[in-house]
């Protein structure tokens, strides 16, 4: 028989272990319960695997329920008769009632020492659903901007999704290496250098600046990126000056890369200022141009080695068709470098610095292909190269009007979108309650980049989205602003209750007091272990936006219906733990997925 609450021993161990799937461990404790059960019906043990859970559609058919199908060839009987005989058999103090159901076992838990198992936990637990670290490091690359343009609602996905799973593996107890490669040189950057000096406004002595135009470096870079465009739609000669730059620049010419340095620093200012706008950050930062000549050197010695050859024009080809993928250029014929020869060295460079079991590129899904040729061509190089990397594709995000276009200058620069969410959400805070300047115009960004943030995460990553900005910035609903305001009126109703929250958690959980309103609720907070682990396990935090949002819910519900404040003296104390526990499980949550969270709004 388990003990409703944990003895001093077990806590003890619990807090030296630093974690606990008390959702998980309650299955696997009911699993054993019948594992006996069945071997007292049958006389030999059942399979290790041949119990299975699943969460009924509605929670008036049980909080757990398990499917009789795997037992029938250990029982030789059909699933609904072992349904029936195991249900006569099975006890358990956790489990209050349990029924068969055609070929179903269905599992009504013990809410009060449910209540008690859980908020036991959270009330020990230094951060709740954390595990303890191990020694595995894994590396996530993400957002890799080109030095051509600003930061976009496309490098915004990435940059969320990254960061998010960076944030999730750390707390599942990896070490977890944040890096990103600046896309700082070739045929890209060039346009935007030659159509800078081509621009027939510049007829001037004196060039004009990001600083004398009064512009973000980067926005201003990113403008001649744009008219690039359309000087080539002019004059598609262009084209061949943009190439001449690019030879130039790999040359070493002198004024070539004077311009280059100067254009990339007025955009690298940018980005920094946009990644501490977006709350991102990074361990490591590789620039392509400090690496792209020892993917060269990676490249000719394959060839050397007979491991990749030259076409015709002098082209260096990865011959992939027998692989079931189409050939690849590594370099051109005029010796130039493609994004894949500096990835090339990049793969080494990375597991050199870092010693990673998994390296993971977080990258959409339009280069598919390109990550399928880029690890096959490593594969077949140097096996060892390939081992532990690993393609997180994400879909296309799109507008509302369609798809955005960085060279036709229809993308939406991530600077000027979370500036007009935060002006939206400026006017909503006006119409609530006047607000002094400074901490309106704080309010406003924090709920505007959660609003932002969680609508992207929120979307499976391998699903294309439309990101729709009025739904996002919505205070009801599956939105970033609808959990930053559950979250403040949880800690409203903390502070006027005049009580420490560590007081609060202090308090016996009683196993007398009806915890059966309350028992959703506790089952969601049980499994937040479950869900920090399976989101990181699966590089998908859109597992754990969908969590609090349903646990978001659920407490709304709950309060609204239940007084916390205004029950009875004893009534009031479990009320209180149980919000205190919501809290802290909402704002951890938030966290994870890079959202800041409100005491008022």
């Known amino acids: 028989m388990i003990p409703h609450k944990k003895s001093k021993k077990q806590k003890k161990e619990s807090r030296a272990k630093g974690f606990s799937e008390p959702f998980a461990e309650l299955q696997h404790e009911i699993a054993g319960a019948i594992h006996h059960a069945a071997s007292s019906l049958q006389g030999v043990p059942l399979p290790p695997d041949s119990i299975t859970f699943e969460i009924p559609p509605e929670p008036r058919f049980g909080d757990l329920a398990i499917p009789c199908f795997t037992l029938a060839r250990a029982f030789r009987q059909n699933p609904a008769q072992i349904a029936t005989l195991l249900a006569k058999k099975i006890s358990h103090p956790f489990i209050e009632n349990i029924q068969a159901v055609g070929p179903y076992l269905n599992i009504h838990l013990q809410p009060a020492l449910a209540a008690a198992r859980v908020l036991d936990e959270i009330a020990a637990s230094k951060q709740f659903g954390h595990a303890p670290h191990v020694n595995e490091t894994i590396v996530v690359e993400y957002i890799s901007p080109n030095t051509n343009k600003p930061i976009h609602l496309g490098h915004a996905r990435n940059g969320f999704l990254g960061d998010s799973i960076a944030r999730l593996l750390k707390a ?170 500096q990835d090339m060295y990049l793969a080494q460079k990375r597991q050199k610095d870092f010693r990673a079991k998994t390296t993971l590129y977080v990258v959409g899904s339009e280069q598919d292909l390109y990550f399928k040729q880029l690890f096959k061509v490593l594969e077949l190089i140097d096996p060892k190269q390939v081992r532990g990397l690993l393609h997180v594709s994400y879909g296309i995000v799109n507008l509302p009007e369609g798809r955005m276009k960085s060279r036709e200058g229809t993308v939406v620069d991530i600077d000027d979108l979370l500036a007009e969410l935060a002006d939206m959400v400026g006017k909503e805070l006006d119409e609530r309650a006047p607000l002094p300047k400074k901490e309106r115009a704080r309010r406003s960004q924090i709920i505007a980049l959660a ?13 294309d989205m439309v990101f729709n900005p009025k739904e996002s910035l919505s205070f ?29 958690l202090k308090k016996s959980i009683s196993t ?58 004893s009534v009031r104390a479990q009320r209180l733990c149980l919000v205190v526990a919501i809290a802290k499980v909402l704002k951890d949550g938030l966290v994870l997925l890079g959202i800041k969270t409100l005491e008022e709004m």
């Open 172 to 341: 599942a107890g990896k070490r977890a290496i944040k890096t990103c490669l600046v896309n700082d040189r070739g045929i890209h950057i060039c346009k935007s250098i030659v159509a800078y000096l081509a621009d027939t406004k510049l007829k001037t002595k004196k060039l004009p600046t990001p600083t004398t135009m009064k512009k973000k470096g980067d926005h201003f870079v990113g403008d001649y990126y744009v008219l690039y465009e359309t000087l080539r739609k002019e004059n598609p000669e262009i084209e061949d000056r943009a190439k001449e730059c690019l030879l130039q620049w790999e040359a070493g010419d002198k004024t070539t890369r004077a311009l280059w340095k100067k254009m990339n620093a007025w955009v690298l200012g940018g980005f920094k200022e946009t990644f501490a706008l977006l709350g991102l950050s990074f361990d490591k930062i590789y620039f392509e141009s400090s690496i792209y000549k020892k993917g060269k050197e990676i490249i000719e010695r394959a060839v050397q080695n007979g491991h990749l050859e030259r076409d015709a024009s002098g082209a260096v080809i990865a011959r992939l068709e027998k692989h079931g993928l189409p050939d690849k250029v590594l370099l051109r014929s005029d010796g130039t470098s493609l994004y894949i020869t």
């Open 451 to 463: 609003a932002l943030k969680f609508f992207i995460l929120e979307v499976t990553p391998r699903s």
């Open 476 to 504: 009801q609903g599956r939105t970033g602003p609808y959990l930053q305001y559950t979250y403040a009126r949880l800690k409203s109703i903390i502070k006027k209750s005049k009580t420490a929250e560590t007081a609060i």
């Open 512 to 569: 007398q007091y009806d915890w059966r309103a309350e028992k959703q609720l506790i089952i969601s907070l049980a499994k937040y272990p479950t869900t920090i682990r399976e989101a990181a396990e699966h590089y998908d935090p859109s597992q754990l936006a969908r969590y609090l949002y349903e646990l978001a819910k659920t407490a709304n519900e709950y309060y609204h219906s239940h007084p916390i404040l205004a029950a009875e003296k």
